[in-house]
């Protein structure tokens, strides 16, 4: 069956079952980031560290997403998009294993940065393998499944290996995700296709030439303020729940669990209906996340009020994803895998600013609220870009028209 006649079938029987396995990479990926989170005590208590310098592990890996991703996506360019996953996949059940084995912090924090540079080069191959597998009119909702795999891993993966932490220690999540991992290169060495002998070899300066078209750095703008928006109210919801709602502790993860349902049902909603009206999606998402933050600051010392927003802010504030990033990759045109590791790093450029301003906030008079106040407005910024999008497609529209008469 040819590229084409794939991506035929395809629109008529559904998505790819690479969508799937690729979905499945990003869940585990997805896991590893945020499952630190839930099990800091126990691996600051057993490698002999505080709790705030156990913190790092976090940070360490959200740097090597920012800053890996492009890089490894660039280092991986001439491989078979089988090999670089395959390969991000290895290095990805590495890093665990160390981790797993070594009570030496710095190792760790090493691992955990060279884990984000796996884990950087995976979700950008995966995205454009994913939408080429779909063609154009499903690429958004390939890459709305891809990614809901990491919305899954909040919902299921993170939870989950928090509880298997805490029954047989913090090692044990850290030995199954490697497993996993190697698990996975055997389904992506199967189902994901060689690259056509035929195609053309990949060239770093054609990548760059793709970054030319200016609605690639709109779409990227729009990516770092969608995230920051969201995270910077997510990131100190705790906060919020204990000071303003009046929660209990113990009933913060189920308010969390909230967030990651709607961030799951957002991801493949905006991806699905995405496919077919992108700008409608867009625009209403940005209208929607503003409202709901300005909800949340307003209603937040109601429980049943506070635990609905927080729902709709993942629904709306994660819906938006798929549909940028298939922007980018389509700006992109042949040079699409730096375009795609961009995305990555702007969403993640996006949380890192959005939650250190956010912390700020949380110090000010504004106290809890703060962080959900600077939120909404960042969100507010999110019109700008969508704005000039519209226009520029407009224009390329125009132009494309005008050749096409010409030509004819």
């Known amino acids: 069956m040819s590229a084409e006649t794939a991506r035929s079938a395809s629109a008529t029987t559904g998505l790819p079952f690479v969508t799937y396995v690729l979905a499945a990479g990003v869940f585990l990926m997805g896991t590893t980031e945020f499952i630190v989170a839930g099990i ?9 560290v505080s709790v705030a310098d156990a913190g790092l592990m976090i940070t360490v890996f959200a740097i090597g997403m920012i800053v890996g991703t492009p890089l490894m996506a660039i280092a991986t360019l001439k491989l078979q998009r089988r090999i670089a996953l395959s390969l991000s996949l290895v290095v990805f059940a590495v890093g665990h294993v160390i981790v797993a084995l070594t009570s ?23 995205a454009v393998v994913a939408a080429k597998a779909a063609g154009p009119a499903l690429s958004s909702r390939a890459l709305g499944i891809v990614l809901g795999g990491g919305m899954l891993a909040n919902v299921v993966g993170v939870p989950l290996g928090a509880f298997a932490g805490h029954a047989i220690g913090w090692r044990g999540p850290f030995w199954a995700l490697a497993v996993l991992a190697l698990l996975a290169v055997v389904a992506i060495l199967k189902h994901v296709p060689a690259d056509p002998s035929d195609a053309p ?3 770093l300066r054609a990548e760059v030439a793709g970054l030319r078209d200016v609605r690639v750095w709109l779409v990227l703008a729009g990516a770092a303020i969608v995230c920051g928006s969201s995270l910077a109210a997510y990131s100190f919801i705790s906060p919020l729940l204990t000071e303003n709602t009046g929660m209990a502790a113990d009933s913060v993860p189920l308010v969390l669990l909230a967030y990651g349902v709607g961030a ?10 995405g496919s077919s009206r992108p700008y409608g999606v867009l625009f209403t998402s940005a209208a929607a996340t503003f409202l ?18 927080v729902f709709l802010l993942g629904l709306f504030g994660m819906s938006t994803n798929p549909i940028l990033i298939g922007k980018a990759v389509g700006y992109a045109d042949e040079a699409p895998t730096l375009a795609s590791a961009l995305s990555t790093s702007a969403f993640n450029v996006g949380t890192a600013v959005g939650s250190w301003i956010a912390g700020f906030a949380l110090e000010s008079a504004l106290g809890a609220t703060g962080p959900v106040v600077v939120g909404a407005t960042i969100a507010a910024l999110y019109f700008l870009p969508l704005s000039a999008l519209v226009v520029r497609d407009r224009r390329a529209e125009r132009h494309h028209a005008e050749d096409s008469r010409v030509a004819g």
């Open 104 to 126: 030496s912090f710095p190792l760790v924090l090493g691992m955990r940065f060279v884990t984000a540079l796996a884990t950087g080069a995976f979700w950008a191959v995966a």
């Open 201 to 203: 070899l990949p060239s």
């Open 292 to 309: 709901v933050l300005v909800g949340l600051a307003v209603f937040s010392h109601s429980p049943a009020a506070t635990v609905v927003f």
């Open 264 to 273: 799951l049902f957002g991801s493949n909603l905006g991806g699905r209906i």
């Open 40 to 48: 800091l005590p126990e691996i600051a208590a057993d490698i002999g």
